[in-house]
């Protein structure tokens, strides 16, 4: 089936098999993205309808109409931009290939809870998998973060 | 190019029905009942074998389906409505069991794309949610064009683990009781999804009042396939006074001991986890 | 040129299967679709030296895992769809037991003067433990690829690699092309690679050959799931009995170290060289006598991956120190402060601060107190508590003398510098290291310091960065030739460029001090009993490392060292071959440390003297283990001795107490 979907703003249409997930269309060069097929590495997360989604989940007759965005896309978004800053100040940028799953998954808690308890960071950093940053230091950036965030919004309304 | 299975299928032209009213899930499945099924595909995207189906019928924007409905006494659940999307809708509301038992459904982004009745479908596993909504009486809608009935959650599946559902039927609604439970608890080892891994839940849920105990109840799920419950043991309970006597309390480990999967599905270190789960719940009655 | 071409491998399902073409359904391989097993290979081919005992591609797997089969395609995702269907043909016999080659044995007694007039009696006592670690599969985080494209005269070679000589002779090897005609660019990898050694030789003989074949570039790329295979953390045994006398001093050590290398024994030498120093570490010699076996078995290659054998000898040596303190009633930093080596008090330095900053005497007297007086497990019985200590040193450098880390410094005229390094590919933390240090020295910014993406490959002792040689070797190497540039700059017209090699520790026993770091810690855990469930509640670990090159970086590694240490205890078991293939292995085998966040506090020694940067990521796992099985020992009033440390059998072994 031709399935067409917008892609970091770039408009897409491929050839798939409607069990296809959406990372296969994506990946150009088949590196695969993390460990596994199930969803819970977070290293293929995008963006599908403003929900963060594991892109290895996603059947492709489901993206058909609908926007995409991975962290490229992201770039211009404001919390977005703040947890990249906030990663950064913390040093947990360094790690470029988990980077986009800390990324989506910080993403993903900071938009539904702004200023997320210490127990709420726990639930989220549980589900770390990469070798290369501790859940401490995703906990912490991830809390900068939403200050920053809080922050920026705060004077923004004034 | 295209791929091609073993059978020299072209899946590329596999038909996607993707519906917006229930009525026309409904009809199309009345005429397609092969249909492969997809609430969030989650399941069916990694394990489902696909060369005895026509096609997939996709819920995923059935519009019916993805509500979140709250009365007084109970809370109506669109069965396509993602884990994390009814956790953070009903998390003031839900029972507490419940929103711990959505917690566990997997990675905070899988959540968003997994759904309640995606997760209670799973052929042949007990996800910990599902023994959650079971224990608090949750019931089920199956509709089929023309007919629905309502079942209860814990009669859903067979002794095998198989869902009892007939053909043409759909999962559309969950009903759970918004009752005020006052004592509850939730412990997961292991991994039960996918089935098979050596996991194992315990929960427990009761309420006390002036008179003592008046619901007590206490599940198991080993390996996200068998589940033990001791309903006899557990009416025993009801109008006991707390704190239960050690009597009492071995009265009920015993009665737990003695269900046959209890020695045979459970290693000793799961005997101890669900021996001690047990007797800490019944301490933490009173 | 043909349109590029992707490939992907096909794996062994077990030791002994092959892919016999002529059994493939033509399905399987419509046009467009090649399949290219060892039989399309020079029969026998390997990498290049050092690791010339690796076979590029078998016709007959030697482990399960082994590559056997590339097919490639002009789609990865119709390969990874195809693939499962390739049938294999595996042994119709399986042994019930895997037969073990020996690879390497060892027999030294050393015996030194002491100081010390000890008298052996037939009265004292000899303590005996036998001490197993478990298999820690690799877990990458970036995935492994090579791509290829011919080039008329030879082929070019992109990848991620971090010994880029050892890749291109390999290609050479693979293709029968002279090494010059194999252009190789390297990409910075990222993430912890130290692992992969072989692997990324491999996956570019692979695709050197077969984009020649094929005229066209290929890009072959390893999945994750394949990644697990690539090698792991040897499994061990080891029997350490130490002689003690009627004063319970330690008199006299004896060792017995049995390790499984998997198919390919890799760097054995260097193995032997370092689980000799280990065996004595920071102590102060002992009579010792030592036996090492080591095999090869038909599993993925171990041993020379993830830090060559120290750490399981460390957890050895450490608990059983920690047993021989407590049979002697003493606390276990007491114990070993009169048997670490006097000639470097830094060590003392770096226990006594320990002690300090966990509250460490205090809280294990505590516990040890609480232990004896506690007669049987019940529902009451509130969370056992336990602290543990371990200390234990780290090497930066090969032991021998295959060392050689070359680094070019050029001052321009702009006030701008150049770093070429033998040494390529560096992390990204690495790199700003690197430049900050060149920066430092010459007294420019950093951002004014270039690192120059063609490393020098022409000489053959440009890497592999093992064993922290970018963070020490390097380190010193930039440091001497910034050096050399500030004693000309005012008088030399610019540019000046300035090359330095360092070979340090050449056919010395045992590496220089200034070589090693040194680090302690202390964990304290605590074991519930409702549920037998294991929580780390606090690590600490103080460390001296000499000069610090960026503070954040090395506490962050060391974070991140300690949770791996955690997982390698706590999680990752022995080799299960069917759980590899099964769905939401994953989950089963994640490198995720799921329990409570432990408190994580690290302190640095100050440097002393000049000594130089050095590295410190195996210090949390040549530490964590045997402090943290230590604490559950005491918390427990268990001996326990092996990893990784399951509910299970502390239950079992509370049950028979």
């Known amino acids: ?118 127990k709420e960071l726990q639930d989220y950093s549980r589900h770390i998998t990469s070798r290369c940053v501790s859940r401490n230091e995703f906990e912490r950036a991830t809390r900068l973060a939403g200050r920053v965030h809080k922050r920026r919004r705060h004077e923004q309304s004034r | 190019m295209s791929s091609r299975g073993e059978r020299g299928r072209t899946h590329r032209d596999e038909p996607v029905y993707a519906p917006e009213s229930l009525s026309e899930a409904l009809q199309i499945f009345r005429r397609r009942p092969s249909l492969q099924v997809w609430a969030g595909g989650t399941w069916w995207s990694r394990f489902a074998d696909r060369d005895d189906t026509e096609g997939i019928l996709s819920l995923h924007a059935v519009r019916e389906l993805r509500r979140v409905v709250k009365s007084d006494i109970q809370a109506e659940v669109g069965a396509a409505v993602p884990v994390e999307r009814l956790y953070l809708a009903g998390r003031r509301f839900l029972p507490r ?117 008046s619901e007590f109840r206490f599940v198991l799920v080993i390996d996200g396939t068998v589940q033990i419950r001791i309903r006899e043991a557990e009416m025993d309970l009801v109008g006991r006074s707390v704190p239960l006597t050690e009597r009492e309390q071995r009265s009920i480990l015993n009665a737990l001991e003695s269900n046959p999967y209890y020695g045979s599905e459970l290693n000793d270190l799961g005997r101890w986890r669900a021996a001690q789960g047990l007797r800490e719940f019944m301490q933490k009655l009173g | 040129m043909k349109d590029p071409q992707y490939g992907r491998l096909i794996l062994a399902a077990e030791a002994g299967a092959s892919i016999d073409r002529t059994s493939v359904p033509p399905s399987l391989l419509p046009q467009g679709i090649n399949l290219f097993t060892g039989a399309d290979f020079e029969v026998g081919l390997t990498l290049a030296e050092p690791f010339d005992n690796v076979v590029v591609i078998p016709q007959v797997a030697l482990f399960r895992g082994q590559i056997i089969g590339v097919l490639t395609g002009r789609h990865w995702s119709i390969l990874d769809k195809l693939i499962p269907n390739i049938p294999q043909t595996v042994p119709p016999e399986v042994a019930s037991s895997v037969p073990e080659t020996p690879v390497a044995t060892g027999e030294v007694d050393d015996y030194y003067d002491t100081t010390d007039d000890v008298t052996i009696s037939e009265t004292s006592e000899i303590v005996e433990g036998l001490y197993q670690t478990g298999l820690q599969l690799h877990v990458l985080d970036a995935p492994l690829w090579a791509e290829a494209t011919p080039t008329g005269k030879g082929v070019q070679i992109t990848l991620p690699c971090q010994w880029p000589a050892h890749v291109r002779l390999s290609a050479a090897k693979a293709t029968g092309l002279p090494a010059r005609a194999v252009r190789l660019d390297c990409n910075a990898p990222s993430g912890n690679r130290d692992g992969a050694l072989t692997v990324p030789a491999v996956l570019a003989a692979l695709s050197s050959v077969l984009a020649l074949r094929l005229d066209t570039s290929l890009r072959i790329a390893m999945r994750y799931d394949q990644s697990f295979l690539t090698g792991g953390r040897a499994p061990s045994r080891v029997v350490w009995a130490s002689r003690l006398s009627e004063d319970g001093l330690l008199v006299s050590n004896a060792l017995k170290i049995h390790l499984n290398l998997g198919a390919y024994p890799l760097l054995v030498d260097e193995m032997l060289q370092r689980l000799r120093i280990a065996a004595t570490s920071v102590y102060r010699p002992v009579p010792t006598e030592y036996q090492v076996r080591l095999v090869s078995t038909e599993d993925i290659p171990m041993g020379a991956f993830e830090g060559v054998a120290s750490a399981q000898l460390s957890f050895a040596r450490e608990v059983h120190y920690n047993r021989l303190a407590e049979i002697v009633s003493q606390d276990p930093i007491h114990w070993r402060v009169s048997y670490l080596r006097q000639d470097w008090p830094v060590i003392e330095e770096i226990c006594s601060t320990l002690a300090r900053e966990a509250d460490f005497h205090r809280r294990y007297s505590a516990n040890e107190l609480v232990k004896k007086r506690r007669n049987q497990l019940s529902l ?133 001090d200034s070589l090693k770091a040194v680090g302690a810690a202390g964990v304290e855990a605590v074991l519930h009993p409702m549920s037998m469930e294991i929580d780390v509640r606090s690590v600490t670990m103080v460390i001296y490392a000499g000069r610090i090159l960026d503070r954040g970086m090395a506490e962050a590694e060391l974070r991140r060292g300690i949770y791996h240490a955690l997982n390698w205890t706590l999680r990752e078991s022995l080799l299960d071959a069917e759980l590899i293939s099964e769905p939401g292995v994953f989950q089963t085998y994640s490198t995720a440390f799921r329990g409570a966040v432990p408190s994580i506090k690290i302190v640095f020694l100050n440097q002393i003297r000049k000594d130089g940067p050095v590295g410190i990521g195996e210090l949390p796992f040549n530490t964590i283990p045997a402090a943290l099985v230590s604490a559950l020992s005491q918390a427990t009033g268990l001996y326990l001795d092996s990893l990784p440390v399951r509910p299970a059998h502390i239950l079992r072994q509370l049950q028979e107490e």
Request: with cysteine; aromatic share 6%; charged share 20%.
């Open chain 1, 1 to 118: 089936m031709k399935v067409t979907f917008v892609h970091n703003d770039h408009r897409r249409t491929v050839d798939a098999d409607p069990r296809d997930t959406l990372r296969r269309h994506i990946t150009p060069t088949g590196d695969q993205e993390g460990p596994c097929t199930s969803g819970e590495c977070l290293r293929c997360c995008v963006l599908l309808a403003g929900r963060v989604v594991p892109a290895c989940t996603v059947p492709m007759f489901r993206v058909e109409g609908m926007t995409i965005q991975d962290t490229e896309g992201l770039a211009a978004d404001t919390l977005f931009r703040d947890i990249k800053k906030a990663f950064e100040k913390i040093g947990i940028h360094r790690c470029t290939e988990a980077l986009p799953a800390l990324q989506m998954l910080a993403y993903q808690l900071l938009s539904e809870v702004p200023m997320p308890t210490d």
């Open chain 2, 97 to 213: 069991l419940m929103t711990e038992g959505l917690h566990l459904v997997g990675s905070p982004p899988l959540r968003n794309i997994a759904t309640i009745g995606g997760a209670l479908c799973i052929p042949g596993t007990v996800l910990p949610i599902t023994a959650c909504l079971q224990i608090l009486d949750t019931r089920v809608e199956l509709r089929r064009q023309g007919n629905g009935r309502w079942v209860a959650l814990s009669q859903f599946r067979d002794a095998s683990g198989a869902v009892r559902i007939n053909q043409g039927e759909i999962m559309t609604r969950l009903r759970v009781p918004l009752y005020s439970w006052t004592h509850r608890m939730l412990r997961s080892y292991g991994m039960p999804f996918p089935a098979g891994q050596e996991s194992l839940t315990v929960i427990g849920l009761a309420s006390l009042d002036k008179t003592g105990i």
């Open chain 3, 380 to 512: 009451d019985t509130p969370a056992l508590r336990g602290i543990g200590f371990a200390l234990a040193q780290q090497q930066s450098g090969f032991s021998g003398d295959r060392e050689g880390g070359t680094v070019t410094v050029r001052l321009n005229q702009d006030g701008t510098a150049d770093l070429f390094c033998s040494v390529p590919s560096p992390t990204l933390r690495l790199h700003l290291a690197w430049r900050q240090l060149v920066a430092h020295e010459l007294d420019i910014e950093t951002e004014a310091v270039n690192l120059q993406s063609h490393f020098d490959s022409s000489r053959y002792d440009g890497g592999p960065r093992l064993f922290s040689r970018g963070v020490s070797i390097v380190s010193r190497a930039i440091v001497l030739a910034c050096q050399a540039i500030q004693k000309r700059r005012f008088r030399d017209p610019l540019p000046i460029t300035v090359r330095r090699t360092i070979r340090p520790g050449q056919g010395t026993r045992s590496p220089v």
